[in-house]
DNA sequence: CGGTCCATTGAGCACCATCAAGACTTGTGG
DNA sequence: CCACAAGTCTTGATGGTGCTCAATGGACCG
């Protein structure tokens, strides 16, 4: 359910991240020319685990959390993507459904390449090609991250790591960050971490029990990075 | 450490598994007798985790294990690949470090691929970088799969699972034998699963208690296939 | 026959999910 | 402005799953 589409006129930006970027300079223009962007709400899936993969979509804005359903109804979450990142590729590359649902953790504007358009640029742009494999390992590695960290570390681990990460993207210089925001709610916290929002609340007290972090007004801060720096080891 | 090097006459099989099949035929016999083979001993690593990526490998023969070790010595299995399979491909696409630890579980022959003659022979042949990619994309989604099993289900569904896996593929045509043997060892068994030898075993005997599965002469036997498809869900 | 390696079994426990209830916030309508 | 409702966060109590440690039982082998 796409929403609203910016005005052309913005279609002068670059509009489908690393694969534009990868182009030469003289597709670049009219390749862009005929995509479009779409703003997606809040929980308002891109695209849903198991539904034809119709389109690769280009993240310009915003934050996307990437998981799948279990039989039981619950939710894994595979990985957390930002401006600049591209999502649903693997399934347009191998013709096969989304593994993955795509849900907006906050107002996402995203740049649509359709499946068609995807592969022929892909196949005719060697240059793209090579570059889209450097993408592709390293969201893998960010995967073999994820399933190493949830089988290994525990929550307290996790989630000091978690905080660690967003408070580096919060103080890192405007160019540098990759525009993650603290999830509002606990329930996304909860998810993206891997557990309960019970749970994390437990785990949030106790670093703040022991000065670690500032949970007064309605936002986390972290008071002390070493400290924290220590539990996630 | 490589072992024993084949003798040089077997090079005119298929070497390299992927990257000889995509190549045009007028460079892959060329391409392939720039290459060796060599034989790795169980437990002797391909490669370790956080060394430098200096080659890709292609499983000929045997069965490989990837894994991460935690901080505390704890190790978690990535993913178990066979014949036909390429590793090490993704740290030399990135030129970083491996970021496994590529483990033989029995006697496994592997084809060689310097990192400069891999990089090479991709970035000239556009044909096989899209064969890379897909290739790529299938492992990626291998990750995810044991992330979200490792994540959702309890021991007993690995577990099921697991072993329906093993008895379909010794059931299989030999052409579609993707060579996986059962782990003889019961503490490989559970690091694939993602488990203790001690739980492994209590699983296994509840199985077999329930007529599941016949654990009598030493060898793990199937007796039961639906009833392990529902435990397995 | 003792030694080693491996599989098994038992006991205890830690971590975390679940269920349930209470506290606090925010929004809505009178 | 207050009252009520709904949503969110917190806290408590409880239980299950699976890990750890330790002991036992076989199998194989010199």
Request: no cysteine; aromatic share 10%; proline share 11%.
């Given at each position: 359910m796409p929403v609203t589409p910016l005005p052309r006129k913005h279609l002068d930006l670059p509009c489908a991240g690393c694969v534009a970027d990868s182009l030469p300079e003289r597709l670049r223009s009219s390749f862009c020319s005929t995509l479009f962007r779409h703003a997606y709400e809040a929980e308002q899936p891109i695209f849903h685990e198991?539904?034809?993969?119709l389109a690769v979509f280009s993240i310009l804005q915003g934050s996307v959390l990437l998981w799948r359903m279990g039989h039981a109804g619950d939710q894994v979450v595979i990985s957390m993507r930002g401006p600049g990142c591209l999502i649903g590729y693997r399934a347009v590359i191998l013709g096969r459904p989304y593994t993955v649902t795509a849900e907006p953790l906050e107002r996402t504007i995203v740049c649509t390449i359709p499946r068609e358009t995807f592969t022929r640029v892909v196949r005719e742009n060697p240059e793209l090609a090579l570059r889209l494999l450097e993408v592709m390992a390293r969201d893998s590695f960010r995967i073999e991250d994820t399933l190493t960290a949830r089988c290994m570390d525990s929550v307290s681990k996790r989630t000091a790591r978690f905080l660690l990460f967003l408070d580096r993207e919060s103080k890192a210089v405007p160019e540098l960050?990759?525009?993650?925001?603290?999830?509002?709610?606990r329930e996304d916290l909860a998810r993206i971490i891997g557990t309960t929002p019970e749970t994390l609340s437990r785990t949030l007290h106790t670093l703040a029990s022991r000065g670690?972090?500032?949970?007064?007004?309605k936002q986390i801060r972290v008071l002390n990075v070493e400290a924290l720096q220590r539990v996630a080891e």
């Open positions: 198991g539904t034809p993969a960050r990759r525009g993650f925001h603290l999830p509002a709610k670690f972090l500032d949970l007064s007004d």
